[in-house]
């Protein structure tokens, strides 16, 4: 049972949550009942928590109805230009709780439910993730319709009604399992189907030319039904749509390929057609050239540009007849943005769409296609990028496949005019690469079919520009542009840590959850005593409540006075958590070494998915789990170290573990993170960031200013020149004592005894293998050393009560010409004598360190930190 909030809690949260109405309470316990009756058909009596978490959402849901209608006439009626976000993923994650903070409707159900009897957190508990992504792709496309909504603009999300999305990840033995993500379960109270606008999708066939056009003949046909989510935004009663595509087979699906006795197997291979919309494929930037996802790829995108057309053509609310016929316009009324390469057929269809079916000419076809799309890049990982095999093409796609050849012709005949006789270049910039298979690269053709390229952080974009895809860059440079990336401040600060939102607007008001600059005017705030006590009160409460959950969900006890080094994101050996690994081994060893030592407790967690079929990612989950087996049980370690495993690590669960962090770990290589959200997510809630300047971590020490971000190792240049001058592991290893000392145990089967070569290939991979050249993870270069030294990661609270002083808000400036001390044989940098950042006690110190040491703080006063800008390792 809930427990009522305590007046000062109410005080806190009302700004930011508004006052619950008397009437309104009461209608929202009415409209429970009424649900829980009339459509759940059931009683107190016999009602589950999941009846009761139903009724809630239909509850809300009738709050949102009534404003989603209206958005939708006021666009018709106001014919703005429509954005349409492309995507095959939208990791939206629960709904409940996020409605009811748009709405302003939290307050009210938690008081209706208290008064019910039931308790408002154990509901949002049940409702599942809408795990339709990976990462942080399709977590982006999820927190821009957030982000459109609230900005009112008149935009729609389409993507795949996945019936399994991102596996749940299960660890067995220290082993992830994969186990389906059966979402739908239980019924999506928050979908609305629309068969109404179903619609046919084509594939195979063959193509035919007359004089009359061209026609695309003996296709086999699946339909596509959509299902519509509303998107509100905050509180400004604009409900934007998203729209999922779900595969129905056609009811004449494969009966003409049979005699009578052949009817009951024609039934049954309907699931044939209906597994394009089956299950998300668990790849985050990797490639996998499978007939059903490019079937998937083509099946969202050719539904989409009907539908768009279908509301181009169409000026009055609810009206199906055509009253637009001229496409001139279109640019003016209809932007496309694709979400990466996997929606890149939207150019190729949008042109067969204009030429063969409207009979537009193809230079004005090409010309309104080019001005409607744009395209976002997300990676520079070669294994990333989308080359499919013209084969699939011409089998699946025929059609396609003459459109792509011929806008190819098109601009290798432009190239070669600027660029004469340069066979190399044409080579390089072809749609077609040539080889024992030829493929097309979808990459070149969102280059050459968009008015617009964007990177997603500013370095990303820079890379994009000089490596990627230089070619396309001077042949047409004003097409490229930076967007860096961005996270809703709704669900990332005010859904899931109200505490510090109530916080900030007791301080500054509430315009920051609609206008994350507005935070600026808590800098002349950064030394009241008042604020600091306050954010480090929210801090240790969410530490609290999140051990709290470990020990409940999963057995788990830590220590919530310990500092949370939280490492969390998809498994990928660029994201470096083997790097992480030895970091952990090596404090290990220290508390070995010298038990009586001071050392500051740590909980490190870290989580994430490996792809089911990614060995090196699934193996660096096991050796995260065995290192923490042989830590955890160490009676000499005892609390001062302690290693987690987040299971099933989803956006429900980054809600919880993210506002309870101290430290939040970006180590990617340089170069290789395209941007990154999650740093955005744990900075917003208070966490520090130890990070490489890689992706939007760079952006973020400007803004944040590099003294209040611990960063570290190698630069893009830096990377760029080791792979110049060739990388080889060994020499780091040979010369790193405490490095090697790290890698030998993982080799001799120190934390796997009853497997001692569990990890041997592992080893051999890292010391041996560079295994991708000018993106490779460099897990010892430019990066242990620093890693394995407290001074980077050391200062943190020491008693209950000061985890705040790792909240950005209390970081003091520091003299900017504060002197390090090189710490001898390792290249470490210590900076002495600087302002201190634990709950605003300054203080200064001088020490000379041993070779070997980490640094000694006088108890309570954990803050030395590393010479910003000129960071360790110098090596």
């Not at 110190?845 to 000694?856: F, I, N, S, T, V």
Request: overall charge neutral.
């Amino acid at each position: 049972m809930a427990k009522p909030l305590t007046d000062s809690e109410k005080r806190k949260q009302i700004s930011v949550r508004g006052i619950a109405g008397l009437g309104d309470v009461a209608e929202v316990r009415k409209s429970f009942n009424r649900h829980l009756h009339f459509t759940l058909v059931k009683d107190r009596n016999v009602a589950t928590p999941r009846d009761y978490f139903f009724a809630l959402a239909h509850t809300v849901r009738d709050h949102l109805v009534g404003r989603w209608i209206r958005t939708q006439q006021h666009y018709y009626e106001r014919d703005p230009k429509r954005i349409y976000y492309l995507s095959l993923e939208f990791y939206m994650g629960r709904t409940l709780q996020n409605t009811m903070v748009n709405l302003g409707l939290q307050n009210a159900c938690d008081e209706a439910i208290y008064q019910l009897g039931l308790d408002l957190e154990e509901l949002e508990e049940i409702e599942e993730d809408a795990g339709l992504g990976n990462g942080g792709l399709g977590r982006l496309a999820a927190c821009f319709l957030d982000s459109m909504a609230t900005l009112g603009l008149a935009a729609y999300g389409y993507g795949i009604r996945y019936e399994f999305g991102i596996f749940n990840q299960k660890i067995v033995n220290g082993w992830q399992v994969e186990e389906a993500d059966d979402w739908l379960r239980y019924g999506n109270p928050w979908e609305k189907a629309r068969p109404e606008y179903m619609l046919p999708v084509h594939f195979y066939g063959r193509v035919e030319h007359s004089p009359e056009g061209v026609k695309w003949l003996d296709t086999q046909v699946v339909l596509a039904m959509p299902y519509d989510t509303p998107v509100p935004g905050y509180r400004n009663n604009t409900v934007n749509t998203m729209r999922l595509w779900s595969a129905k087979a056609p009811n004449d699906f494969k009966l003409h390929d049979f005699n009578v006795g052949g009817y009951i197997e024609a039934v049954l291979d309907r699931n044939l057609a209906e597994n394009i919309s089956r299950v998300l494929y668990p790849n985050d930037n990797f490639f996998e050239g499978k007939e059903l996802r490019l079937k998937q790829e083509y099946f969202v995108v050719a539904a989409t540009l009907q539908d768009i057309i279908r509301r181009f053509k169409s000026s009055k609310f609810g009206c199906r007849d055509p009253v637009r016929t001229c496409f001139e316009t279109f640019p003016d009324k209809v932007a496309i943005q694709l979400n990466d390469t996997h929606p890149a057929l939207a150019i190729p269809e949008l042109m067969r769409i204009l030429v063969d079916v409207e009979k537009v000419d193809w230079d004005k076809a090409w010309e309104i296609t080019k001005k409607t799309c744009a395209y976002t890049n997300h990676t520079v990982l070669p294994e990333a990028l989308e080359r499919w095999p013209v084969s699939m093409f011409e089998k699946l796609l025929p059609r396609h496949l003459e459109i792509i050849y011929a806008i190819n012709q098109r601009h290798l005949d432009h190239v070669a005019a600027l660029f004469p006789g340069d066979v190399d270049r044409l080579r390089r910039m072809s749609v077609i690469e040539e080889g024992d298979c030829k493929r097309i690269n979808m990459a070149h053709l969102c280059v050459i079919g968009s008015h617009a390229v964007n990177g997603v952080a500013r370095i990303h974009s820079e890379i994009v520009k000089q490596s990627v895809f230089k070619d396309f860059y001077e042949l047409e440079p004003e097409k490229f542009q930076n967007k860096t990336n961005g996270i809703t401040p709704r669900r990332w600060l005010l859904l899931c840590n109200p505490g510090l939102a109530g916080t900030i607007a007791e301080k500054i008001g509430e315009g920051f959850l609609t206008d994350l600059s507005q935070l600026k005017k808590l800098l002349p705030l950064v030394d009241d005593e008042a604020l600091i006590r306050d954010v480090a009160k929210v801090k240790q409460e969410n530490k609290l409540k999140f051990s709290a959950f470990l020990e409940k969900e999963h057995k788990v006890k830590i220590n919530p006075s310990s500092m949370f080094d939280v490492h969390v994101k998809r498994i990928h050996e660029y994201k470096r958590q083997l790097l992480n690994c030895l970091h952990i081994i090596t404090l290990y060893n220290r508390i070995k070494k010298d038990p009586a030592k001071a050392f500051v407790p740590r909980t490190v967690m870290i989580g994430g998915k490996a792809a089911p079929g990614y060995h090196m990612a699934k193996m660096i989950i096991k050796l995260v789990t065995s290192i923490g087996s042989v830590v955890n049980h160490d009676p000499i370690v005892g609390d001062k170290l302690k290693v987690i495993f987040l299971e099933n690590y989803r956006v429900s669960l980054a809600e919880k573990v993210i506002p309870a962090a101290d430290l939040s770990q970006q180590i990617s290589t340089a170069g290789t993170e395209a941007s990154g959200t999650g740093n955005m997510k744990f900075m917003l809630n208070g966490a520090l960031t130890i990070g490489t300047m890689d992706g939007a971590n760079v952006e973020m020490a400007e803004e944040a200013g590099a003294e209040n971000l611990f960063i570290f190792g190698m630069r893009v240049e830096d990377v760029e020149a080791l792979d110049r001058k060739g990388y080889n592991a060994r020499e780091y290893y040979d010369r790193l004592p405490e490095l090697k000392q790290a890698v030998d145990q993982i080799s001799s089967g120190f934390f796997s005894p009853k497997e001692p070569d569990c990890f041997r290939d592992m080893v051999n991979m890292l010391l041996n293998h560079d295994r991708t050249p000018g993106s490779g993870p460099r897990r010892s270069s430019g990066t242990s050393p620093a890693r394995a030294s407290s001074p980077v990661t050391g200062p943190s609270q020491s008693t209950p009560g000061t985890s705040g002083a790792w909240s950005p808000l209390t970081c003091r400036s520091r003299p900017p010409t504060s002197p390090g001390i090189r710490h001898p044989g390792n290249g470490l940098l210590f900076l002495e004598g600087h302002g201190d950042c634990a709950g605003g006690l300054g203080w200064a110190r001088k020490e000379k360190l041993k070779k070997g040491d980490a640094p000694r703080f006088p108890a309570g006063k954990q803050s030395l930190q590393p010479c910003p800008g000129q960071l360790a390792p110098q090596l």
